[in-house]
Structures are given as structure tokens and as C-alpha cells.
């Protein structure tokens, strides 16, 4: 081997090594740095309509609004949700316990196209945290044709900011240049073109960046400073119609 081509072999195995560090996957840093903190598999039968019919510490935010509505359906093995959108008042909103600083959550999903406009909210809240409305911190949504990363604890979702916006809003006034600049750098938005294949989604937390990984690529990621929030107390979905969940596994990291 000739000087050149050693040059050319060490530069090709660096570009690889840099790479590779670019497109880690989740799934595997979760299960190898991580604590496996909450697991589902969904093989049960739910008890009822009610907001504990899910069982295993999940709770349906809106179910008892419509307590002869069943959204959340346990069939062979896997959560099936219909959310009464229009009844409720509100999308269908599910939640457990979660807890962690750095980590995050995989699953199983599948749009089951069973209606036109499907789409898939996921993400973390902390109510115990005030200066929060409703406590969201942080989300992913995947709409049919992207996927968007959201701050909300520094954005939207920041009691002052969402006040000051809300005003514009309230008065059908656009928001003034300096507002709608900083909620731009509160979030990303990558394409996808969505489905009715299962997928594995993972979506963590590191420092005050998050991640989104669709089958283990990365897909979308974004730092900003409220994905850095210390305590990720619940990962909540929000389902506006139908989308089937299967083995939702919680990693905490730090
Ligand atoms: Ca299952």
C-alpha cells in the first residue's frame, strides 16, 4: 500500500466513523445506556371506556366525557385508538407516567387508514412545572406528509409568549416579525410520506436536543432549550382519529 492510498483509506474509514456518528441509532443507545423504566405489550383485554380501561397505569384524558364511546380498544395484542374528537370536545389524549431527564420512548405504530386525515402527536409533559400551559414540553407530530419537532416549553406553550400571541390571534392580526422569529426556532420539520405499514418510532431527549427516528433513522432532530427540561414526567399521545399502538417501551438514560 502506497502512501496515497493509505491517505485515501484513512480519510474513507474517518468520513464513515463521522457518519456513523450522525445517524446513531436511538433504539440502541436507549437499550444500551438507558433503564428500560415501563413496558407494554397491550396482550389483555381493556375494562370498559373509561379513563383506567387501558390498564397498566395509562389513563385516556377525555374518556370519561364520553363514557358511551369506546376509544381505546385492546384487540389481538395491540392498542387500537378512535378518538370522539367531535363528542369530547378534544382529540383523544393518553398518557403514563414516564420520568427522566435524558431518554425516551420507542413503539410500534400503524396508521390503519380507516380515516382520510390520520395523524400521530407524541411527546412529554410536566404539569408540576408552573409557567406551562397544561404542562406540554416538547412534541413530534407526524401528519401524512411530514414530521414536525416542537418546543413548547420555551414556545407556544410558555404562558407569556402564548398570551402575547393569543392577542394577535384574538384581534385576526399577524404576529409581529419578532415573535414569529423566535417561535421559528422553537421547531423543525422534515418530509414523510405516511403509510399504513407498522413502523418503529423512537423519539428522545438529549441535553436540549430531540430526536425523531422512523425503523431506526433519524429522521428529524432539533435542539432547543426546552427539550432540556429536567423532568419529562408523562409521554402523552394525542390521537385527533385513528392510529393502532403496539410495545411502548420507556428508557430513562439520566
Ligand atoms: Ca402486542
Known amino acids: 500500500m502506497n502512501l496515497k492510498t493509505l491517505l485515501r483509506s484513512l480519510l474513507f474509514i474517518e468520513l464513515f466513523t463521522v457518519g456513523a456518528a450522525l445517524h446513531a441509532d436511538d433504539t440502541s443507545w436507549l437499550q444500551k445506556t438507558g433503564k428500560l423504566i ?6 389483555r383485554e381493556e375494562d370498559g371506556n373509561g379513563m383506567k380501561a387501558i390498564g397498566n397505569g395509562w389513563e385516556s384524558a377525555t374518556a370519561d366525557r364520553v363514557p358511551h364511546l369506546k376509544m381505546a380498544d385492546l384487540d389481538g395484542g395491540t392498542l387500537k385508538i378512535a378518538s370522539a ?48 400551559h397544561a404542562g406540554h414540553l416538547c412534541y413530534a407530530t407526524l401528519a401524512s406528509g411530514n414530521v414536525t419537532l416542537i418546543d413548547h416549553k420555551t414556545g407556544v406553550m410558555n404562558l407569556e409568549i402564548r398570551k402575547r400571541r393569543q392577542s394577535y390571534i384574538d384581534r385576526k392580526e399577524p404576529l409581529p416579525a419578532d415573535l414569529e422569529a423566535l417561535l421559528k426556532t422553537k421547531q423543525t420539520t422534515a418530509p414523510w410520506k405516511a403509510d399504513n405499514a407498522w413502523h418503529e418510532i423512537s423519539l428522545v431527549t438529549e441535553g436540549d436536543e430531540m430526536r425523531f427516528s422512523l425503523d431506526g433513522e433519524v429522521v428529524a432532530r432539533h435542539r432547543s432549550e426546552g427539550f432540556a427540561h429536567p423532568m419529562k414526567r408523562w409521554f402523552s399521545f394525542l390521537i385527533p382519529s385513528t392510529v393502532w399502538i403496539d410495545d411502548v417501551k420507556i428508557f430513562k438514560v439520566r
Open 85 to 132: 374528537t367531535k363528542e369530547a370536545g378534544h382529540a383523544a389524549h393518553i398518557h403514563h407516567e414516564a420520568g427522566f431527564t435524558d431518554g425516551g420512548v420507542v413503539f410500534r405504530f400503524k396508521f390503519p387508514g380507516l380515516n382520510a386525515a390520520e395523524s400521530l402527536q407524541l411527546g412529554f409533559v410536566d404539569r408540576e412545572t408552573p409557567g406551562i
Open 38 to 43: 415501563f413496558r407494554d405489550e397491550f396482550e
